[in-house]
Structures are given as structure tokens and as C-alpha cells.
């Protein structure tokens, strides 16, 4: 509870950071390198230990990328080609983002909502039947279901299904090949106690399609979200995002109503807990992952990737909070809501 009480005061301390007007590429990538920079110092927050592998972790790494919509000024900082990390619950977006567009917005959120929740990502709640959010381990298992019964029923395995995602996965957030840490998947698949439970409660009340092989859908939703991805990968997902569902070249990769229905998860409960005091402080929208990796975007003005293992009481990486939150302040217009337009 102090650590939270902490952070709330440090985010009032912002309001004092000094405000600037970037006129050239140069002197913005210095204000974000002295954000980098400081952010790097703060040893707060602890290692996620309910996935022994990610336990392992150097909790000392520290990367960003940052996409300017408007110019494609594109800045990167620590090492950012060579830090792989797990995707982990990032992935959320993008299993919704594959099921929404098969099957519609309208169709998928019949099983999953999007509401804002006061719970933990591993909460096992239902409301009426259904997953409250894709944010929710609820949520994203019962999307993975889908995908297996609805999207792809007559797959053999749910493996050939897989190879499937992650070529949308890839075409979404490009860059470099995106591989799986098999690793990861069975030290996740060891301590997946917690995710049976859950679809056995989903399959139990009836959220998940009829005759679906939970064994199944585990397996398929852990391989997911042990995705091996950099901070370039998540700010072209933010990019995309961003604009509508079109990549860098301006090809639309996914449908405008399936990327803004994304958005809308991500600003109810992109950052669990703490979603709704990140965009009334920020005014960006976030998804973090118990990796430590955070994808943060604002509509048509930026996209950012950011990886830091060490996470806050939320369960967020805390220096990519501690960055987004000091960019928001000296940068004017990032704010989603903000009337002045971002001048770079």
C-alpha cells in the first residue's frame, strides 16, 4: 500500500517538470534521452516470481522506442535489437484483435465485454456469463476458445493454429522474426494452476464455446503469450493501433472498428488497477505484460514500446510508467484529449 501512496505522490511532482515546445527532432530526442536516463535509476518494484523463467530476469534492463505518427521520427534507446522479452499479457490485444476480426466486434464481445474491473489479471471473475475484459486472464482465454472452436474449427491441432497467430502477430508488429521461448511456455505451462481453474469456472457457467478442449486452449494462450518480442515490435503495434489499423506504409493491416475496439480494452484496463489514474495522468493508453514489457499509444499523435523488468504493485513495469508519465508532462499535446496538436 506505501508503494502505490509513493507513486501517487510522485506523479503530483510531475506538474513541476518543465513544459517544452520541440521545434526539431534533435532537441525532443534530448529530452527523451534525460527521461531515459532518469528512469534507468529507478530500482523500484520486484521481478514477476509466479513465472519461475521470468524470475531469471536481469532486472537492470531498460529499452524504449518511440514512433512520432505525424513525422515518423523514430527514436530508440538503450539496447533495443538485442533485449528479447515475452510478450506476455500484451498479447491480450492481439488475440482479441485476430478473434474480432474473424468473428466481428459484435460477436466476440457476446462472451467478452469491455469493463472496466477493481481485480487482478488472473482474477477468475464472470459478469452475466461472461468475461468482463480481454484484459482479464478470463477475457483472453475465452477469446483463445474462440479462435480454436469458432475461427479455426476444423484445425487438427491447436498448434497449426498458432503458427497461424503468430503470422498475424507478426504482420501487426513487424520488425525482426517473432519466435516462441519454448522455455518460458513450459515453465508457464508448470505453473498454469491458477489458468485451469479459471477455464474450468468459464466452461462450467458457460462462457466458452460448447466442446472445447480447455487443455487445449491453455496451451494455445501460454504459447502466445511466450512470444519473443523487442520495444521496436510493440511501438509498431502502437503504431498501427494508433492509426486505425494502418501500418508505417499506410496498408491497413487490420479493420479501423477491430483497432479502436482495442483501444477501448486497453483504456479500461490495459494497466489493470492502475488504468483509469494512467490516462487521467497521461492521457495515453497502455497494456503492460508481467514480462515488464509495456505498449503505450495516443490516437494519430504516438507510439511507445518500452521493456523494464521490474513491476509495481500493479503488476506494470515501473520505470515504463515513471517514462510515460514524465514524456506526457514535458511534451505538449500527447494527451489523447488534448485540443493542440503534437508538434513533431
Given at each position: 500500500?506505501?508503494?502505490?501512496?509513493?507513486?501517487?505522490?510522485?506523479?503530483?511532482?510531475?506538474?513541476?517538470?518543465?513544459?517544452?515546445?520541440?521545434?526539431?527532432?534533435?532537441?525532443?530526442?534530448?529530452?527523451?534521452?534525460?527521461?531515459?536516463?532518469?528512469?534507468?535509476?529507478?530500482?523500484?518494484?520486484?521481478?514477476?516470481?509466479?513465472i519461475p523463467q521470468l524470475a531469471k530476469q536481469d532486472p537492470?534492463?531498460?529499452?524504449?522506442?518511440?514512433?512520432?505518427?505525424?513525422?515518423?521520427?523514430?527514436?530508440?534507446?538503450?539496447?533495443?535489437?538485442?533485449?528479447?522479452?515475452?510478450?506476455?499479457?500484451?498479447?491480450?490485444?492481439?488475440?482479441?484483435?485476430?478473434?474480432?476480426?474473424?468473428?466481428?466486434?459484435?460477436?466476440?464481445?457476446?462472451?467478452?465485454?469491455?469493463?472496466?474491473?477493481?481485480?487482478?489479471?488472473?482474477?477468475?471473475?464472470?459478469?452475466?456469463?461472461?468475461?468482463?475484459?480481454?484484459?482479464?486472464?478470463?477475457?483472453?482465454?475465452?477469446?483463445?476458445?474462440?479462435?480454436?472452436?469458432?475461427?479455426?474449427?476444423?484445425?487438427?491441432?491447436?498448434?497449426?493454429?498458432?503458427?497461424?497467430?503468430?503470422?498475424?502477430?507478426?504482420?501487426?508488429?513487424?520488425?525482426?522474426?517473432?519466435?516462441?521461448?519454448?522455455?518460458?511456455?513450459?515453465?508457464?505451462?508448470?505453473?498454469?494452476?491458477?489458468?485451469?481453474?479459471?477455464?474450468?469456472?468459464?466452461?462450467?457457467?458457460?462462457?466458452?464455446?460448447?466442446?472445447?478442449?480447455?487443455e487445449d486452449v491453455l496451451c494455445f494462450y501460454t504459447s502466445?503469450?511466450?512470444?519473443?518480442?523487442?520495444?521496436?515490435?510493440?511501438?509498431?503495434?502502437?503504431?498501427?493501433?494508433?492509426?486505425?489499423?494502418?501500418?508505417?506504409?499506410?496498408?491497413?493491416?487490420?479493420?479501423?472498428?477491430?483497432?479502436?475496439?482495442?483501444?477501448?480494452?486497453?483504456?479500461?484496463?490495459?494497466?489493470?488497477?492502475?488504468?483509469?489514474?494512467?490516462?487521467?495522468?497521461?492521457?495515453?493508453?497502455?497494456?503492460?505484460?508481467?514480462s515488464g514489457g509495456v505498449v503505450a499509444v495516443a490516437h494519430?499523435?504516438?507510439?511507445?514500446?518500452?521493456?523494464?523488468?521490474?513491476?509495481?504493485?500493479?503488476?506494470?513495469?515501473?520505470?515504463?510508467?515513471?517514462?510515460?508519465?514524465?514524456?506526457?508532462?514535458?511534451?505538449?499535446?500527447?494527451?489523447?484529449?488534448?485540443?493542440?496538436?503534437?508538434?513533431?
Amino acid at each position: 500500500m506505501e508503494s502505490r501512496h509513493t507513486e501517487e505522490r510522485e506523479a503530483h511532482k510531475l506538474v513541476s517538470l518543465r513544459r517544452v515546445a520541440p521545434t526539431n527532432c534533435r532537441y525532443v530526442n534530448s529530452e527523451l534521452s534525460q527521461i531515459f536516463l532518469r528512469c534507468g535509476q529507478n530500482e523500484d518494484g520486484a521481478l514477476n516470481e509466479s513465472i519461475p523463467q521470468l524470475a531469471k530476469q536481469d532486472p537492470d534492463l531498460w529499452a524504449a522506442s518511440v514512433i512520432f505518427i505525424a513525422s515518423n521520427h523514430k527514436v530508440n534507446f538503450g539496447p533495443v535489437t538485442d533485449t528479447r522479452f515475452t510478450i506476455q499479457s500484451i498479447v491480450k490485444i492481439l488475440i482479441y484483435a485476430y478473434a474480432a476480426s474473424h468473428l466481428g466486434v459484435l460477436h466476440v464481445s457476446d462472451r467478452v465485454k469491455c469493463r472496466g474491473f477493481a481485480v487482478p489479471y488472473n482474477s477468475d471473475k464472470t459478469t452475466e456469463g461472461c468475461a468482463p475484459n480481454v484484459c482479464l486472464n478470463s477475457g483472453a482465454l475465452t477469446a483463445c476458445a474462440m479462435i480454436l472452436k469458432l475461427v479455426h474449427p476444423k484445425a487438427k491441432q491447436w498448434l497449426h493454429v498458432f503458427y497461424t497467430f503468430r503470422s498475424f502477430v507478426q504482420k501487426i508488429c513487424g520488425g525482426d522474426i517473432i519466435e516462441c521461448d519454448y522455455d518460458t511456455y513450459h515453465s508457464e505451462i508448470s505453473t498454469a494452476a491458477s489458468n485451469r481453474a479459471i477455464l474450468a469456472k468459464l466452461s462450467k457457467c458457460g462462457t466458452l464455446p460448447a466442446d472445447v478442449d480447455t487443455e487445449d486452449v491453455l496451451c494455445f494462450y501460454t504459447s502466445c503469450c511466450s512470444l519473443l518480442v523487442n520495444t521496436q515490435h510493440l511501438a509498431n503495434m502502437g503504431l498501427v493501433l494508433a492509426k486505425t489499423g494502418k501500418n508505417e506504409s499506410g496498408k491497413q493491416v487490420l479493420e479501423p472498428r477491430v483497432a479502436q475496439a482495442c483501444l477501448a480494452q486497453m483504456m479500461q484496463a490495459g494497466l489493470y488497477e492502475q488504468s483509469g489514474d494512467f490516462f487521467a495522468i497521461t492521457g495515453l493508453l497502455a497494456k503492460s505484460g508481467v514480462s515488464g514489457g509495456v505498449v503505450a499509444v495516443a490516437h494519430k499523435k504516438i507510439a511507445i514500446g518500452l521493456f523494464s523488468p521490474r513491476l509495481n504493485a500493479y503488476g506494470n513495469s515501473t520505470r515504463a510508467v515513471q517514462f510515460i508519465r514524465e514524456l506526457s508532462v514535458t511534451i505538449p499535446g500527447i494527451h489523447q484529449l488534448a485540443e493542440d496538436d503534437l508538434e513533431i
